[in-house]
């Protein structure tokens, strides 16, 4: 069994910031990927970031200088750095971790989801 904890999320007023944290724990071998999604109302899922070892932290282009994804590796949690928040940033964030379960085998685990809107 894996326990997924999110926590950061709320209403923030635009331009101001917020810092989401997710920490996995339980029945994980190894990690290979950490991510965090979003889904804004009537909109597919999408990317935010990614974190691994072999390829670093990476933001995808249109959040770039607003969003930072960072890892403490020792509590397998995984945070997002969200500064100058527009109202188009209000969604449904979901952290994601690809890896290996006790029988080394692939597995994904997903956080349930946490409430950031963006209102004034």
């Known amino acids: 069994q894996v326990q997924v904890v999110e926590s950061g999320g709320g209403l923030v007023q635009p331009g101001g910031s917020l810092r989401l944290s997710c920490k996995f724990s339980?029945?994980?071998?190894?990690?290979?990927?950490m991510a965090w999604y979003r889904q804004a109302p009537g909109k597919q899922r999408e990317l935010v970031a990614t974190?691994?070892?072999?390829?670093?932290?990476k933001t995808e282009d249109s959040l770039k200088g607003r969003f930072t994804i960072s890892t403490d590796n020792g509590q397998n949690t995984v945070f997002l750095q969200m500064n100058s928040l527009r109202l188009d940033d209000t969604a449904v964030y979901y952290c994601?971790?690809?890896?290996?379960?006790?029988?080394?085998?692939?597995?994904?685990?997903w956080g349930q989801g946490i409430q950031v809107t963006v209102a004034s």
């Open positions: 339980g029945s994980i071998f190894a990690v290979n990927v």
């Open positions: 974190v691994s070892s072999s390829t670093g932290a």
């Open positions: 994601n971790e690809e890896g290996l379960d006790p029988n080394i085998r692939r597995a994904t685990w």
